[in-house]
């Protein structure tokens, strides 16, 4: 059973990257999903979650408007997209169930 996020790299302030989280073991759509990340030095930070049972959503308040969860459950995949990236957004981002399970993380860099 495990996560396995994808999808970070280097990226000018005002770009874009999608973050992707795939399952193996166990069914997505059984579990609200979401991502929390984790800049050096700094605590870790709810980012977003989509809920299993109704599909909504939700979004830390920096991340509104900007960031776009959701899930593919004929993959077995969540994604987030990230548009208008800010060098503050930059930091380890981590797929996590609401069962607790969490993948490795992917680095996300925005440079200024």
């Known amino acids: 059973v495990q996560l396995q996020a994808s999808g970070g790299g280097l990226v000018q302030a005002g770009g874009s990257l999608r973050l992707s989280c795939a399952a193996s073991?166990?069914?997505?759509?059984?579990?609200?999903i979401g991502w929390f990340r984790q800049a050096p030095g700094k605590e870790r930070e709810w980012v977003s979650e989509?809920?299993?049972?109704?599909?909504?959503?939700r979004y830390v308040d920096s991340a509104k408007g900007r960031f776009t969860i959701s899930r593919d459950n004929a993959k077995n995949t969540l994604y987030l997209q990230m548009k208008s990236l800010k060098p503050e957004d930059t930091a380890v981002y981590y797929c996590?169930?609401?069962?607790?399970?969490r993948g490795q993380g992917t680095l996300v860099t925005v440079s200024s």
């Open positions: 989509i809920s299993s049972s109704d599909g909504s959503t």
């Open positions: 073991g166990l069914t997505l759509d059984y579990y609200g």
């Open positions: 996590t169930t609401s069962s607790g399970l």
